[in-house]
């Protein structure tokens, strides 16, 4: 079960994560990082503290966009995961491609900062 | 032997039988013949009557026996055949006494036409055929009788036969003469012919050009038996002696003969006009029957709509009518067509979308509470329209229009019927399609079973090692196919290759990722590379093999024996489990990697690390994937990393087979009995031996 929430704030757009991704739904992830992509937005933020658990197959989303971002100048960045999901970031080594922060505060930093 | 002597008397039953009735018949003849020319010669010769009653009998009941046989064995069994066989020993029975009419006419005033003995012969010929005739009819009113055999009808009629044999000896009682008890005698008989005589249930199964022919045939019969009658009451008045045909038996065969003629007759001809319906009912239900019979595969849907067009047509006599189904696009097409013009067909359609009552019922797309719709139309020559539509599955699958020249043409009957046949036919195309569904599971089932047998054998049978390690694997897929890898490969005495590998997702799909993954291990494997270079290779070789999201988790290790080193590179995979027997203690070794397919440019050796390591005897390397990581008990709990280490600790000291049974073991404990593998599992023990 997941649900996917869409905020615009300040300067930046919030995606909320509740729930879990795996082969079932990731689509709906890659649905919803498309249409903000489409949109235009140049700074995305992922809220993951109510992410329970994630599969290959939602890494996987996030993953296939790592170009785009690149190519559009996109800041990409994900806060708030528990230690056991920030972990599995950390093992693939996604945690080097993606900008991983543990509170939404450090993430606003991270962006200001850019 | 045996058998041949069996088979002897059948076929010459028959025979006898004929042989000893006309001898019978000849018997009577010359009985007679020799009473009577002692009468006209005033001689007494004293033959008794018992002689001529004890030969009639004899006579009746071989006709009967004969006719039994014959009827029997008779390959025509179907009622109007059997009507006929009836009517034609009729007519044969009045053409010979017509002619023996004839030839006393011709011999008008001779002395020939008045010797008491040749008439007393012309009076057994008519007696013999009479009995022929009468016995004959009786037996196949039997067979009319009981075509719809229960068991009061046949109890009626066995009843009514042993009646019958008595009344064949009533002679030896009343002395042939006509007292009251023969009266009493005969009109029991006569009612309990009456009775059941009732039993006509064969008629409505006559076609109706059959009814006319079998209404032709009882007149027939009718006429034949009435003249035998008169015939035979007119002959009592001229020898009294000779006296064959007021016997009790004949005279109650006489009145059954009749009154079941009569009664056929009769109702034959009062269901002339109903029997029609119910021929149409049994058209309707032969045609029930074909349409609900299974379409065979490779039969197309169209061959059922087409029956159903054609039973709906005759079932409402309608004068006209079209089926529509619906296509890909949503549209109608015109499937069947009957007795209707294009053009007609297109003004009507035109009609019902301007009438609100047509309209709206073909917007329909869901299954609604009325299940057809039946209205007039302003068209010149049809006058009022059914439409009812055909739903399979919930989905539309098109409508059936028929159409009438008559001002509200269908009536409730008709509606019930066609709504039938609409419902049959719906579900003779539903489970032609269900068919073909399971057929094309059955296939996809095979495929998969043989992309199984292909990924076992992917697996390796045997893991490479020498004199100072022991290796033991385990593997375990999710679906009937998975994505875990694990293989060895050994360059020399003592150098040899590990490596443990998950493709990301389970099932078909990871399990050809997984065989892509193997293929990129035996070619860059033989380049004897260092972990981190064959890794980057990998990521090189793989990037172009991947779909856009998919990844690949993977350590890679070499062993070198004679250094008793381990150089190892972990990309994005869980992390090595390793028992330090020095320490006595298990822990994970952190080695920062990333996962093969992640990045796809040469930037991707920058985030690969390899790390060489000494080990000594009795050093253990647990080599693993998720699935056993993320396995989860009934309260969701997961097995975790903690639990595998602990596991190691205990059984540090066993063999690595031990070592790996017991992981399992836990694992499987852990999880419990009853829930299935959500990911795959794979494991790969090996420990250090000591060298002496």
């Not at chain 1, 991704?21 to 235009?40: C, F, P, Y």
């Not at chain 1, 890494?59 to 996109?74: A, P, R």
């Amino acid at each position: 079960m997941l649900t996917i929430s869409k905020k615009q704030e300040d300067n930046h757009m919030l995606l909320l994560l509740d729930g879990q991704v795996d082969a079932s739904n990731s689509v709906e992830l890659d649905e919803a990082i498309h249409e903000v992509v489409g949109q235009g937005h140049k700074k995305i933020l992922v809220d993951g503290s109510e992410l329970a658990y994630i599969s290959s197959a939602g890494l996987g989303v996030f993953m296939s966009y790592l170009e785009e971002f690149e190519e559009q100048g996109i800041h990409f960045l994900i806060y708030g995961l528990s230690e056991k999901v920030a972990n599995v970031f950390h093992i693939l080594g996604l945690d080097q491609l993606i900008t991983i922060k543990s509170s939404k505060e450090e993430a606003l930093e991270t962006i200001h900062e850019a | 032997m045996v058998l041949y002597m069996i088979k002897f008397p059948n076929i010459n039953i028959g025979r006898i039988l004929i042989l000893v009735t006309v001898l019978t018949w000849l018997g009577l003849l010359f009985v007679d013949l020799l009473r009577l020319f002692g009468t006209v010669n005033r001689m007494n010769l004293g033959i008794a009557h018992e002689i001529t009653w004890t030969l009639e009998i004899i006579f009746f009941v071989l006709v009967y026996l004969f006719y039994s046989r014959s009827i029997e064995r008779s390959e025509q069994n179907n009622f109007i055949q059997l009507i006929w066989r009836a009517a034609s020993t009729g007519l044969i029975v009045i053409g010979v006494a017509f002619l023996i009419r004839v030839f006393y006419i011709l011999l008008d005033d001779t002395r020939l036409s008045t010797d008491p003995l040749l008439g007393n012969f012309f009076y057994h010929v008519n007696f013999g055929l009479t009995t022929l005739f009468l016995i004959s009819c009786s037996l196949l009113w039997k067979k009319l009788i009981l075509y719809q055999k229960n068991k009061n009808t046949v109890q009626q009629w066995q009843i009514y036969e042993v009646m019958l044999l008595v009344s064949m000896f009533y002679v030896y009682f009343n002395q042939n003469t006509f007292d009251f008890t023969f009266l009493f005698g005969l009109v029991f008989l006569l009612i309990f012919g009456v009775i059941i005589s009732v039993n006509l249930k064969w008629i409505p199964y006559l076609t109706f050009k059959d009814k006319w022919k079998s209404i032709l045939f009882f007149v027939i019969i009718l006429i034949t038996t009435s003249f035998l009658f008169m015939q035979s009451l007119s002959h009592q008045s001229h020898h009294a002696e000779i006296n064959l045909m007021d016997n009790l038996f004949l005279m109650g065969l006489f009145g059954f003969v009749f009154v079941y003629s009569l009664f056929s007759f009769l109702v034959t001809l009062f269901n002339l006009p109903t029997s029609s319906v119910f021929e149409q009912k049994l058209t309707e239900a032969i045609n029930f029957q074909k349409l609900s019979q299974s379409i065979q595969p490779g039969q197309s849907e169209t061959q059922v709509l087409d029956i159903l067009v054609d039973s709906c047509m005759s079932a409402a006599y309608a004068d006209a009518a079209w089926l529509e189904i619906v296509d890909e696009e949503n549209q109608l097409q015109i499937l069947h067509q009957r007795f209707v013009t294009n053009m007609d067909r297109k003004e009507i359609k035109a009609l019902m979308d301007k009438n609100k009552v047509f309209s709206s019922f073909l917007s329909l797309r869901k299954p609604s509470a009325t299940d057809h719709v039946n209205s007039g139309v302003e068209h010149d020559l049809y006058k009022s329209a059914l439409v009812v539509p055909i739903w399979v599955n919930k989905s539309l699958l098109g409508y059936l229009f028929l159409l009438k020249e008559v001002k509200n043409g269908f009536n409730k009957e008709m509606l019930n019927i066609v709504t039938t046949f609409v419902g049959q036919a719906s579900i003779s195309v539903e489970n032609h399609r269900l068919l073909n569904e399971a057929i094309k599971n059955e296939r996809y089932k095979e495929e998969l079973k043989i992309a199984q047998r292909v990924q076992r054998s992917l697996l390796p049978s045997a893991l490479h090692h020498n004199s100072h390690f022991d290796i033991f694997g385990f593997s375990e897929a999710a679906d009937e196919v998975g994505g875990d890898y694990y293989e060895t490969y050994q360059f020399d005495e003592n150098r040899f290759a590990l490596i443990i590998g998950d493709v990301s997702g389970k099932g078909l799909s990871a399990a050809f990722n997984m065989s892509q993954m193997k293929g990129v291990f035996h070619s860059l494997v033989q380049l004897d590379l260092s972990p981190k270079e064959f890794l980057s290779k990998a990521n090189n070789a793989l990037s172009s093999c991947l779909a856009k999201n998919l990844f690949i988790t993977t350590t890679y290790y070499l062993i070198d024996t004679a250094k008793a080193t381990i150089t190892f590179c972990r990309a994005g995979h869980c992390p090595t489990l390793y028992y330090d027997s020095k320490a006595g203690e298990a822990g994970y070794i952190t080695l920062e990697g990333m996962g093969l397919g992640i990045l796809r440019s040469d930037k991707y050796p920058e985030y690969l690390h390899e790390k060489t390591i000494h080990y000594q005897p009795g050093d253990i390397l647990v080599m693993y994937t998720d699935g056993i990581i993320e396995s989860k008990d009934q309260n969701g709990e997961e097995f975790g990393y903690e639990r595998l280490k602990e596991v190691l600790n205990t059984y540090k000291d066993q063999s690595p087979e031990k070592i790996k049974n017991h992981l399992i073991q836990a694992v499987y404990e852990f999880v419990g009995e009853a829930a299935l593998p959500d990911d795959d599992y794979s494991l790969m023990v090996l420990k250090f031996l000591e060298q002496h």
